[in-house]
């Protein structure tokens, strides 16, 4: 039976979840649907709530659809918009999607329409966020002989660095681990997997500490400080130009910026 009223499409988060939503959508002829994960869900008396499992073979019909009725880079806008994590986002990405698959054309630079703009937006402040942290992140050796880095972005960037990081430092054990959402990579020498840790609770995400970080690694940090210190022209000195290129939220993560 259709279901008319509000309904709440509930899933796990992941973006396989949210395409299985959509194939909900349409599957159920849903007229009021919203999408919502389960950890950012409230119970409401006024709407109908779908639990929605995974499922691959669903998300898969729903990507290789909207693959087809957009560009390469208007599927890329699709993804790092939801890797923003932004509130309802996925009801804008719903929008967004039954725009495309409604039009004759690539819907991808029509910016005269509020949804095409906004995901646009959206996702040119995620690509920013992935290149800083490429640009950023600092590995630390650790005792087990395992480079770790731990980062805080404002956005789910894990997915997005993880090549670059695969195919720069391909013969290293290395994690980056999120904080923020508390869970990580690792790579292995061979693979990436995705890791959850449980980090003692006397570490030090900021500071390298001898009890979890090589010796080598102490006096690569001391090092590495000098080096920079040395290279600093007082005189030169430009803090305005220099938060514009790496904004302070980035600076306790440096190693450089540990002096």
């Known amino acids: 039976m259709p279901i008319t009223e509000e309904t709440y499409l509930i899933y796990d988060g992941s973006f396989e979840g949210f395409l299985t939503c959509v194939f909900e959508v349409y599957n159920l002829k849903l007229a009021q649907p919203k999408i919502i994960r389960k950890s950012a869900f409230q119970e409401s008396f006024f709407a109908s709530n779908l639990e929605i499992r995974t499922d691959p073979d669903k998300a898969e019909r729903v990507w290789n659809t909207i693959k087809k009725k957009t560009t390469l880079r208007g599927k890329s806008r699709l993804y790092y918009a939801f890797l923003s994590g932004k509130v309802e986002v996925e009801n804008l990405l719903l929008n967004y999607i039954q725009y495309a698959l409604k039009s004759t054309s690539p819907i991808d630079s029509n910016f005269s329409n509020p949804t095409v703009l906004t995901v646009s937006q959206i996702a040119k402040s995620v690509g920013r966020e992935k290149h800083r942290m490429e640009a950023f992140v600092r590995f630390r050796l650790t005792q087990d002989n395992i480079y770790f880095a731990t980062i ?28 923020s959402r508390n869970y990580g990579i690792y790579y292995n020498l061979q693979t990436v997997e995705t890791i959850t840790l449980e ?16 010796p080598d690694e102490m006096e690569f940090q001391k090092l590495w400080q000098d080096y920079f210190k040395s290279t600093n022209i007082p005189s030169r000195k430009n803090l305005k130009l220099h938060i514009q290129h790496i904004p302070k939220r980035y600076w306790k993560y440096l190693s450089e910026k540990q002096v």
């Open 152 to 179: 805080e972005p404002d956005f789910d960037v894990l997915p997005l660095i993880t090549k670059h990081f695969k195919s720069r430092y391909a013969d290293q054990k290395w994690i980056i681990y999120d904080l």
């Open 199 to 214: 980090l003692p609770s006397n570490f030090d995400p900021v500071h390298t500490s001898d009890e979890f970080f090589s």
